[in-house]
C-alpha cells in the first residue's frame, strides 16, 4: 500500500474530439503540490475557473459524469479519472481548453500509457485512505442498481451488469488488484446500442461518436436504411455493416469487455471521494448517476468521521514498547495508586498507554457500591502518569527526574468508565519542552468512544539527593 502521496512527473497531453461534443480538445496533465487533488481547469475561458474533481461538483450524469461549478463545466471525466486513481496519482492539474475531455479510443488504455511515460513522483507528503470498517449500502430498486462497500485491507471491485438484451445479458467483471488495472481493465471501451443512436444524436449528444471509439451493439434486426441513416451520423456514407451483433464487426478485447468497461468507470467515479480508500465494492447493474450519488453519501460520512476523533490503532495485546517493570522504572507511582499497566507507543512527541479497569481496584469499594464507576480524578491521574513517563522520556537519565502536574484545563467527559473497561490513552505534546515545561493534549478512549480529554501542563524536577 502506497504511503506517500503522489503526482505526475512531468506534463503530458492527451488531443482528441469529446464524445458528445465533438469539439478538438487538448486535455494537459501537470504535477502539483501536496494535498491540491485533481483539478480541473478551464484554460478557454475568462479567469481560468478550477473545478475540483469532487463528488458534490457532479451537475449532470446522463451519458457521462459531467463536473462543474455554477456554469463552468467538464464533461466525460471519467475515463482519465480512472487512471489517475489506478495509479495513486492524488495530485495533479487538468488544465483543457473546452468543455469535454477527449474521448481517444474510448478506453483509458492511452491516457494511462501516456502517463506511464510522463513518470510518476512521490511527494514530501502521507497519503491519506478512507477505510471502511463497515458496510455501505446504496440501492435503486426500481432500477435494480445496487452498490456495496465492505471492510477490506484494499480496494477492489466486483460488477455485473444485465440488459434487455439477446446479445448483452449479465456480464461480470473483477478487478482485485488496481496494479492490474492497465491490462485488465484500462483497454476496455465504451459501449452503446444500435437502436439508442439516432435518439442521442436528436439530443445533440455523441457529436463525435464513431465506430473507432465505441463498441455499438445491435442487438435487433436492422434495415439497410437505418444503418445508412446511422452511417450518415457518423459520415461514413455506405461503409458500415452489422455482424456477430456489432456495427463493423469491431473485435471485442475481451469476452466481457462491457463489464470491465463499467468496472472503469465506476472506478473513476469513485475517485470523487477525494482519497484513496479501503474496501470491496460490489456492484450490480451501476451507473454514473448512481455511482455519483453513492460517493456524495461517502463524502458526507467522512466529513462526518473528519470531526469525529478517533483512537490510536494499536494492538491492545501486542507487544508494548515499555511493560509494567519499565514504568516502574521510570515513574514513582506504586499500588494502589499506580494507574498504568503498559506503554504501547512512545516517539519524542507522543505516548500510548493502556489501563485495564477491573472490580479489584481499590476505589470500586465506594465508588459506587452499587454501580462501580471510575472517578474522574482518577482517570486524569492515569493520563497524567502516561504523560510523565513521555516528558521523562526526553531527559537523559529519567530515574534521577520526576514530573510534577501544574494545572488541567478543558478538562471534559464523555462517557463512564466500568469494570471490564481497556483505557487507552494518547497524550501529545502542544508545544516543545522548554525549560522543563510539557504541554500535552490527552485524550482517553473505551473502544472508538472518547470518554475524557483535556489539556495538562507540568514541569520535570530533579529529585532531590
Not at 503540490?33 to 450524469?61: H, M, S, W, Y
Not at 481493465?185 to 439530443?203: G, S
Not at 465506430?211 to 439497410?224: C, E, F, K
Not at 461503409?239 to 463493423?248: P, T
Amino acid at each position: 500500500m502506497l504511503t506517500k502521496q503522489r503526482t505526475i512527473k512531468s506534463s503530458v497531453d492527451f488531443k482528441g474530439k469529446g464524445l458528445h461534443t465533438g469539439l478538438e480538445t487538448i486535455l494537459s496533465i501537470k504535477p502539483s503540490e501536496a494535498n491540491k487533488g485533481i483539478v480541473f481547469q478551464r484554460i478557454d475561458l475568462e479567469n481560468k475557473p478550477l473545478i475540483p474533481a469532487l463528488a458534490e461538483n457532479v451537475l449532470d450524469t446522463s451519458r457521462g459524469t459531467v463536473l462543474g461549478i455554477n456554469e463552468v463545466k467538464v464533461s466525460t471525466v471519467e475515463h482519465i479519472l480512472a487512471v489517475l486513481y489506478s495509479l495513486g496519482i492524488d495530485n495533479a492539474l487538468l488544465e483543457i481548453n473546452g468543455p469535454e475531455v477527449p474521448i481517444l479510443d474510448g478506453s483509458s488504455l492511452k491516457f494511462f500509457e501516456g502517463i506511464e511515460k510522463a513518470g510518476i513522483q512521490e511527494l514530501d507528503a502521507e497519503k491519506v485512505y478512507y477505510e471502511f470498517n463497515e458496510k455501505y449500502e446504496y440501492s435503486d430498486p426500481e432500477k435494480g442498481v445496487s452498490i456495496t462497500i465492505y471492510p477490506d485491507s484494499k480496494a477492489s471491485f466486483d460488477v455485473k451488469i444485465g440488459y434487455d438484451s439477446p446479445i448483452l445479458k449479465n456480464q461480470y467483471a473483477t478487478l482485485e488488484n488496481l496494479e492490474d488495472f492497465k491490462t485488465e481493465i484500462a483497454p476496455c471501451r465504451t459501449f452503446v446500442f444500435f437502436r439508442e443512436i439516432e435518439n442521442l444524436a436528436k439530443n445533440n449528444l455523441i457529436k463525435g461518436g464513431d465506430v473507432d471509439n465505441a463498441i455499438i451493439i445491435v442487438d435487433h434486426s436492422v434495415t439497410q436504411e437505418e444503418i445508412d441513416r446511422v452511417a450518415e451520423l457518423f459520415n461514413k456514407k455506405g461503409q458500415l455493416r452489422v455482424e456477430s451483433g456489432i456495427l463493423n464487426n469491431v473485435a471485442l478485447r475481451f469476452d466481457n469487455e462491457q463489464a470491465r468497461h463499467k468496472l472503469l468507470d465506476l472506478i473513476g467515479d469513485m475517485s470523487l471521494l477525494g482519497m484513496p480508500f479501503l474496501g470491496r465494492v460490489i456492484a450490480s447493474h451501476p451507473g454514473h448517476y448512481c455511482n455519483t450519488e453513492f460517493v456524495k453519501q461517502i463524502r458526507k460520512i467522512i466529513k462526518k468521521d473528519r470531526n469525529k476523533v478517533l483512537p490510536p490503532k494499536v494492538n491492545l495485546y501486542g507487544t508494548p514498547v515499555i511493560d509494567i517493570e519499565g514504568i516502574k522504572k521510570t515513574i514513582p507511582h506504586r499500588f494502589p495508586f499506580l494507574l498504568v499497566d503498559k506503554i504501547m507507543v512512545l516517539t519524542d512527541n507522543e505516548v500510548v498507554g493502556i489501563k485495564n479497569v477491573t472490580m479489584n481496584e481499590p476505589f470500586f469499594q465506594g465508588h459506587f457500591p452499587e454501580e462501580a464507576v471510575m472517578p474522574g480524578v482518577l482517570q486524569l491521574e492515569a493520563m497524567a502518569q502516561c504523560g510523565g513517563v513521555l516528558a521523562l522520556h526526553s531527559v537523559p537519565d529519567p530515574e534521577l527526574y520526576s514530573t510534577y502536574f501544574i494545572s488541567i484545563d478543558k478538562v471534559k467527559y464523555r462517557k463512564k468508565v466500568i469494570p471490564g473497561d481497556i483505557l487507552v490513552f494518547k497524550l501529545k505534546l502542544i508545544a516543545p519542552i522548554r525549560r522543563g515545561i510539557v504541554q500535552m493534549d490527552c485524550q482517553a478512549f473505551v473502544g472508538n468512544d472518547l470518554v475524557c480529554s483535556g489539556e495538562m501542563m507540568a514541569q520535570i524536577v530533579k529529585n532531590k539527593g
